[in-house]
């Protein structure tokens, strides 16, 4: 069963509050906007009902009730326009799944931070690592691409995101065979190819290693770079290369005097957050530790700024293939395996561009929630 839902109106938007961790973005400006119902003269009541944990708390309702569609057709329910009704596909990639939102008609989000946060809970919301808002074009692109966390944040790019964003957008216009557009994001201009096998190939653009920029406050140690530099993480040294794919990322191949880092045995829930808030890492980071087993394939896992321990990251993986040539460890082609399964990655020498290809799929599921609360205290 492909999970597609509906979350019914009314749908009070909040003012949007900024949780932009760079300050490089670039969006048109966004207005606080309401849409009200007539069927429902008061979006605050008491709800009590065993879909809730806590059935006495009194809540102030921006929207309830969801529902499968399993009769309509993937596209006419992906381009369904109703005002005030919220609809969504989720999509994964590798595991690092999505809630899509056709958002074409407007470049003001459907959903708020805090409203995202709820539909992404895995246990009282549809559950998802983000929710992504297929926008229109801004500054020439084709489309536009917006995301926010399960934690409300909003990040400057995705790499498993993007691929999701091209085969939703690809679904939504019923695209086949070879197919590429432009997508502006946090981090520029991306641009995804749909390949012929239906994974999708994605320029990610150049990497950026200049510390001020990653950012870092890590001194650099080659030209304006951090590579294989040590830092204390709870008490303990880590080697560390610094990259941002647009956002930033730490990668390490292990602790000082460690040979080989076995990334399976890592406390991920443990050590994750304490590089993530880490602070010579005043954005925050995505961390990434990795295991090396030859010069064309790696294994990693992330623990990513705002979502936390993810089955896969795709411009983690971007980042962990540059990191590996910057210290002398792979060659400029690798395969890198997420919990959620391998990504291609390569770092041309002759336009100095990331390229990733991976694979990226309808979420499908036995279970669909049937009702869904997205609300704040009141």
Not at 76 to 92: A, I, M, N, P, T
Not at 107 to 116: D, G, I, L
Not at 117 to 139: E, Q, Y
């Amino acid at each position: 069963m492909t999970i597609t839902g509906i979350v019914s109106s009314p749908i009070t938007y909040l003012n949007l509050r900024s949780h932009t961790t760079a300050s490089s973005f670039s969006f048109p400006p966004i207005n606080s906007l309401k849409l009200s119902s007539p069927t429902l003269q008061s979006n605050t009541i008491t709800f009590t009902t065993t879909s809730l944990r806590n059935p006495n708390s009194r809540l102030s309702v921006s929207a309830i009730s969801l529902s499968s569609q399993e009769n309509v057709s993937q596209t006419s329910f992906l381009d369904r326009r109703e005002s005030g009704v919220l609809h969504f596909v989720k999509y994964h990639g590798l595991g690092n799944d999505f809630i899509m939102v056709n958002n074409l008609d407007s470049m003001e989000p459907k959903v708020t931070p805090e409203q995202a946060v709820k539909l992404c809970d895995r246990n009282f919301g549809i559950g998802a690592d983000g929710v992504i808002f297929a926008m229109p074009g801004w500054s020439g692109a084709d489309y536009t691409m917006r995301i926010f966390n399960s934690d409300g944040s909003e990040p400057e790019m995705c790499g498993n995101g993007v691929r999701c964003f091209a085969k939703f957008i690809s679904d939504l216009n019923c695209l086949n065979g070879r197919q590429s557009f432009t997508v502006h994001t946090g981090a520029g201009l991306i641009i995804p190819e749909m390949q012929h096998d239906g994974k999708v190939k994605v320029d990610m653009g150049e990497p950026v290693l200049k510390a001020s920029d990653v950012p870092t406050k890590i001194p650099p140690n080659k030209d304006q770079s951090v590579v294989k530099t040590k830092i204390e993480v709870d008490g303990v040294n880590w080697n560390v290369t610094c990259v941002s794919m647009g956002n930033p990322h730490c990668v390490t191949f292990g602790r000082e005097g460690d040979q080989n880092l076995v990334v399976d045995e890592l406390n991920l829930a443990e050590i994750g957050p304490k590089f993530e808030h880490h602070k010579l890492f005043p954005a925050r980071t995505n961390t990434e530790f990795v295991q090396v087993f030859s010069r064309s394939h790696l294994k990693m896992r992330v623990w990513e700024r705002g979502a936390g321990a993810t089955l896969a990251c795709g411009t983690g993986a971007c980042a962990v293939v540059v990191a590996a040539i910057l210290e002398g460890r792979s060659e400029r082609n690798c395969t890198v395996d997420l919990p959620g399964g391998p990504l291609e990655i390569e770092w041309r020498e002759d336009d100095n561009h990331v390229y990733m290809t991976g694979p990226a799929e309808l979420a499908k599921s036995k279970a669909v929630p049937v009702l869904l609360i997205l609300a704040h205290a009141a």
